[in-house]
């Protein structure tokens, strides 16, 4: 028995299959989903194209409705989703009920934008016929949805990243048709959340080829997809090594399309001598607690711990380390995910000191630190590379002069906090350098934890994300679906509904 | 005598230099314009880099006054500056006189959006320390500048996208740095407006290298810039060819960045049956007028007209003819792109029908129309190419499905218009089909003659421009130069001013 793959109302088979993996064990999972096929892929494209005529009319309720019904059948699925998840991840059950908590309300979220309109942004400007040299036309402008997108799905966020995550529920809700890559590491959520979605399709007599979900790997199914003319947009959330490629391909299409990639961050964080000398506890225990959370793998685990030299900076280290020797090891999402984690640990062990680093090849992972000093990072380039998982380097900087040095020695990144007292001299150059490459900076606090807000930036200069205006939370992301399109001199009954 | 690239308040020579030539008798000018070499790229990006780190603590007020200053500058050069641009463009100085008017007209609204921050992109999000599960904190997110950034000038608009022009106008207005890589057909004019720019950075205590200038050519300077670490975006308008090379260059960069490229479009123009049985003539006349507008060098030039066949039709065509056929030729703006309009019309010459077309290698240009039928349209690849310059293909179509097929074998454009009656049945469809490939439509109108207001989008899907959700006029044009950052939990002292 073969999953196949989703294309609007009807499945298809390809010619070959994937499995799942528990990752708990590293043996396969039983069920089977077929692998598409050039042909499956071109008819998921032709249906949605088809679909896009349809859909783009749908009026925004009809939309929002839409979504409302995809995050009750989500809910629906009880626990057989929660357990699905988190065998294919080897997150513990608390952490999926969390995400489909998030997975749901971000649905509701965009709905509700939807629905109120207050993400749009609509002008008019009436004319002046009577103006001077030139009468003055009438000009209204809105978005309009650019057309079928593709959507990458994460490992790390199996339900509020993937099949129906943040990335499909805002194309869907500005009006764009989705291609969902289906994560090769968790195809069994994604075929429960794809049936949901179809269901929500079906009671709203959404058009064939609204959704689709195709099984493969980037290499073959996920190249195939962004070279198509027929796809508009691709939005995408992993390392940076397959961003890159997306981003890649995509810019050497003969029409270059938008890609919304958010990828690796180091997210540092700087911690004053001020902060030190108050706290130098809490923070350790603070940030160790961030760093092991989820297994470290968050785009905002922090990864830079940048430490001002003091005499309570032993303190943190300290508290650092008992927090990294006290958290249980445990799997990784997938097995490559866990290859790569011990492969970065081996090969920086060689170069520096690597705390609590264990080379013996086991299923579980501990947390692991390094420990460098600011000359030795600035010198070392593999110590600027993310790792993925539950590791952090702790560079010890002679003084705020070498930290500057150091920030400004990394790329962009999702987020830059610093800790720090009120009145240190040195917080508003520290908050400059980390403004200056990051999309959000945080005051005494932890990156992971990424509210769902419309003052929330998600997103940050290269190699944070593919473009540093757009980010991927918030009802902004809604925004990087769409066009604007103007309306010079239309007569009324040709207006959208929304500029009359 | 060599006039010196401009690199903030200083000058620097390079190795060779070029000249500017008066296109209306193809001699070169006396001046000369020293050619930036290494040496004088690399200062005039450190400089730049510099002056971001004083220019971004700004406050809204003094960018402000700083453009409304240029603004009067330009004002003071008076007719020098009229006759120098006339001279090395050969557009009359009437023309030069009302792009003045409009370069002058876009300092101040930017000056204006940002005094009164109506382009502001801010949200405010306070804590709920009491939320459960988890306590919500204080989120403000506002918009900041990118950095330095790189602008090419346009040989087609040498004041109001050139040197003060639309993207130097708006990069200046929200922080950023501008490198301007001056037009080598217009090098004279360049320098008078970077002299009155400089005078106003020097007015205004502007940080050195905040502005600076360098001539040169796309494949050595162009590129060199695209490529530096120190740009951070990337402003164009011009040819497909030049903006393409950009955006390939800037998307293989180790840290690719965003490139705002305006480029070309052919500007579909749609008549229907029943617009040509009401005034066939009126719109013959009309759209003739719009394609020899400024020598059909704009890039909102009507460059197809898809008719729907009708009893009519000959009348259009008639008033068309007798247009173009009294039109007086007039010279281009360089040898360049009278060689690439003559060499084009030679080759469509040789597999259809051109009226008007004079084959022998003159100074002037005379406007030419080729006629085609709908069948022959879509199996003539040549005849998608734009051709710079004032010419246009009209399109005989067989109904008004044929007229969609046409529409949906082009790739994006600037504009789409429609001339029709109220009530003709094929309205909705035609001008669903204009819109699912342009940035701007107009109901019976010319696409000529862009209107600087919050409603217009000048921009569209690609090749019209590189990025479809990014338009050149109007304060959107803002945005291309900044990113989001939002601040979490932060003290009120080290907020941004705005956002407190």
Redesign the interface.
């Known amino acids: 028995m073969v999953t196949e793959n989703i294309i609007g109302y009807s499945t298809k088979s390809g010619h070959s299959f994937l499995q799942g993996v528990d990752p708990s064990t590293e043996t396969y999972l039983e069920e089977k989903f077929s692998i598409a096929d050039q042909a499956v892929i071109h008819e998921a494209l032709d249906k949605a194209v088809d679909a896009f005529a349809i859909y783009k009319k749908w009026k925004p309720f009809q939309r929002a409705d839409l979504l409302d019904t995809i995050a009750q059948n989500i809910m629906n699925l009880g626990d057989t989703l929660v357990k699905r998840a988190s065998l294919e991840t080897g997150l513990p059950e608390a952490r999926i009920t969390g995400e489909r908590a998030r997975t749901v309300g971000q649905l509701k979220m965009f709905a509700n934008a939807v629905r109120t309109g207050k993400w749009e942004e609509n002008?008019?400007?009436h004319a002046e016929p009577e103006r001077q040299p030139?009468p003055?036309?009438d000009?209204?402008?809105q978005l309009?949805a650019?057309?079928p997108v593709v959507v990458f799905t994460a490992s790390n966020f199996p339900l509020a990243y993937s099949t129906a995550g943040g990335d499909v529920a805002s194309a869907l809700a500005v009006g764009c048709p989705v291609i969902v890559k289906a994560h090769e590491s968790h195809p069994g959520t994604n075929a429960l959340v794809a049936g949901a979605i179809v269901d929500a399709c079906k009671q709203h007599h959404a058009p064939d080829g609204l959704f689709s979900t195709l099984y493969g790997y980037g290499p073959e199914l996920g190249q195939a997809l962004i070279k198509d003319p027929r796809v508009k947009a691709v939005g995408f959330t992993g390392s940076y090594r397959a961003g890159r490629a997306i981003?890649?391909s995509a810019?050497?299409r003969p029409?270059?399309?938008?890609v919304y990639a958010e990828m690796g961050s180091l997210n540092p964080v700087v911690i004053t001598a001020s902060a030190m000398q108050a706290r130098a506890q809490t923070i350790g225990d603070a940030l160790g607690a961030s760093m092991t959370m989820g297994t470290g793998q968050f785009c905002t685990k922090p990864g830079l711990m940048i430490i001002e030299e003091n005499s309570k900076a032993d303190d943190f280290i300290s508290a650092l380390e008992k927090k990294i020797e006290s958290t249980a090891a445990l799997p990784m999402l997938n097995t490559r995910i866990k290859s790569n984690f011990l492969k970065s640990l081996t090969d920086l062990s060689k170069e520096t000191k690597v705390i609590n680093y264990n080379a013996e090849p086991k299923i579980q992972v501990h947390p692991a630190i390094a420990m460098v000093s600011g000359d030795e990072f600035l010198l070392t380039h593999s110590l600027h590379d993310e790792v993925f998982g539950p590791f952090a380097v702790v560079i010890r900087c002679k003084n705020a002069d070498q930290i500057k040095r150091v920030l400004s020695s990394l790329?962009?990144q999702l987020t830059g906090t610093i800790w720090s007292e009120?009145g240190d001299s040195q917080?508003?150059s520290i908050?400059e350098a980390l403004?200056?490459i990051?999309?959000?900076?945080?005051?005494?606090?932890v990156p992971t934890?990424v509210?769902v807000?419309?003052?929330?930036?998600h997103?940050?200069?290269?190699?944070s994300t593919?473009?540093?205006?757009f980010?991927a939370v918030g009802i902004?992301a809604l925004?990087?679906w769409?066009?604007?399109?103007?309306?010079?001199?239309?007569?009324m009954?040709?207006l959208p509904h929304n500029l009359k």
Chains 1, 2 share one sequence.
């Open positions: 002008f008019i400007d030139l003055k036309p000009l209204r402008k309009i650019l057309g981003m890649d810019a050497t029409d270059p399309i938008p790329g962009g009120p917080n508003e908050i403004e200056s990051s999309g959000r900076l945080i005051w005494n606090g934890g509210e807000a419309d003052s929330m930036m997103g940050g200069p290269f190699p593919s473009h540093p205006f980010g902004g925004k990087r769409t066009r604007p399109v103007a309306y010079q001199n239309f007569p009954e040709y």
